[in-house]
């Protein structure tokens, strides 16, 4: 059986917004790296779609919005009739600004040499949306555009938010910078630490980047038995680094808030990539962030890539 190829195909949501932009620059350079293809994908979706408005909708005869207008690239086109007409003309504004976007980011693919498709997905969310393309299209990677603010404030929102928690496949939330020269792999010993360390190599391979590997000692475990605590930690990353051959790292042990100790060990070493795993499931099957990955992914001012 042939090996499959790494990073083979990855999902990139796209809305016009800037960071949306920054995404799909961010797609860009890692599908031309790994020869990846990618979908873009465009949910059509507002207000009177929702169920509780349409209950409310004046009857009317049936409108069939007409077919997709011709894009310069093909897309793929899915949407239910049946609605009422002031729903299907407001539908058809938003899809022509869908097609739109997904055409300016077939543009932005095609001059960067990557290979692409484009879905436009109507009357549902665009968590759900994406959410569910993941689960049926075999993606390694999905790829959502997020704009950074002060560390103070959270700023995920709700989209990214929904996608990064039940999401079956690494995230990334791309924010601001478009490189990826310096890559911050947080590591606590886990299973999926080890994962987010696979995924660090392999994009580091690619890249050239260097890595720094860091594992902060939680400062109530380290006043208790300080010694002990540090050579669980120095073994770790001694550990992760016999894993990173051929590759440019260094190593960091320190204590306090893992969460806040990588934030702002990211952000003063000026990092472009935040590599973290997360792990556990709730009692209904949902996927969780864990504690420090939701801190990371809410406040951390850098691209963050999320590994389950």
């Known amino acids: 059986m042939p090996k499959k190829q790494v990073l083979a195909k990855i999902l990139v949501p796209v809305d016009g ?103 436009l997905i109507e009357h549902v969310s665009a968590a759900e949306a994406i959410l569910n393309e993941a689960k049926k299209g075999d993606y390694d990677l999905i790829i959502l555009g997020q704009s950074g603010e002060k560390e103070k404030e959270a700023h995920l929102g709700s989209v990214a938010e929904k996608v990064s928690r039940q999401s079956p496949v690494p995230v990334l939330i791309a924010r601001g910078k478009t490189t990826m020269s310096k890559m911050l792999v947080a590591l606590d010993g886990s299973k999926t630490s080890e994962k987010a360390l696979k995924c660090a190599a392999t994009l580091a391979k690619k890249l050239g980047s260097g890595i720094t590997l860091l594992h902060v000692q939680e400062a109530h475990l380290f006043n208790f038995r300080p010694e002990l605590t540090k050579t669980i930690g120095k073994s770790i990353l001694s550990s992760a680094a016999k894993k990173l051959k051929g590759l440019k790292f260094d190593q960091k042990l320190e204590s306090g808030d893992p969460a806040k100790i990588i934030t702002q060990t990211a952000e003063k070493g000026n990092y472009d990539l935040i590599v973290i795993g997360v792990r556990g499931r709730s009692s209904i099957g949902r996927l969780l962030l864990g504690d420090v990955a939701n801190h990371v992914v809410h406040y951390a001012n850098r691209s963050v890539i999320i590994v389950k």
Request: charged share 20%; aromatic share 8%.
């Open 17 to 119: 917004s800037a960071p949306s932009i920054a995404g799909e620059e961010v797609a860009a350079m890692i599908a031309k790296s790994f020869n990846s293809k990618i979908t873009a994908l465009h949910a059509v979706t507002h207000e009177l779609m929702h169920p509780s408005f349409q209950r409310f909708a004046p009857e009317t005869p049936e409108f069939v919005a007409g077919g997709p207008r011709p894009q310069a690239v093909p897309w793929v086109h899915v949407h239910a009739p049946g609605i009422d007409k002031t729903t299907a003309e407001l539908t058809s504004l938003y899809r022509n600004e869908g097609a739109d976007y997904l055409a300016d980011a077939a543009l932005l693919f095609k001059e960067e040499g990557v290979k692409s498709e484009s879905k």
